[in-house]
Nanobody, 119 residues
Framework: QVQLVESGGGLVQAGGSLRLSCAAS????????MGWFRQAPGNERALVAS????????VYKDSVRGRFTISRDDAKNTVYLEMNSLKPEDTAVYYC????????????WGQGTQVTVSS
């Protein structure tokens, strides 16, 4: 049974930082591309960042590039999202996801963690 468990969300002031973690179990972590998505009220869920199986290639949503960093620790089966210079518009529920393909859909999802950025 695959499980993705996010942690690290919370309330932070604009300009602050948070680091999200996603611990994966029930899958061969090194074979999965990992991603972070977010969904704000009234909006569709959107990709924030993704990282290939090798960790060599990261893709970022334009609005977070330069502020957010995705990384992975294969020894710990964990993917991280370091978020700096946070803005109120970053407020959303953040979801971790895993995909067996390089470019296709994500197969597994976490339950989400709330990030709230106050102005």
């Amino acid at each position: 049974q695959v499980q993705l468990v996010e942690s690290g969300g919370g309330l932070v002031q604009a300009g602050g930082s948070l680091r999200l973690s996603c611990a994966a179990s029930g899958l061969t972590f090194t074979k999965y591309r990992m991603g972070w998505f977010r969904q704000a009220p009234g909006n569709e869920r959107a990709l924030v960042a993704s990282l290939r199986r090798s960790g060599s290639t990261a893709v970022y949503k334009d609005s977070v590039r330069g502020r957010f960093t995705i990384s992975r620790d294969d020894a710990k089966n964990t993917v991280y999202l370091e978020m700096n210079s946070l803005k109120p518009e970053d407020t959303a529920v953040y979801y971790c996801a895993a995909s067996q393909s390089t470019y296709g859909e994500f197969d597994y999802w976490g339950q989400g963690t709330q990030v709230t950025v106050s102005s």
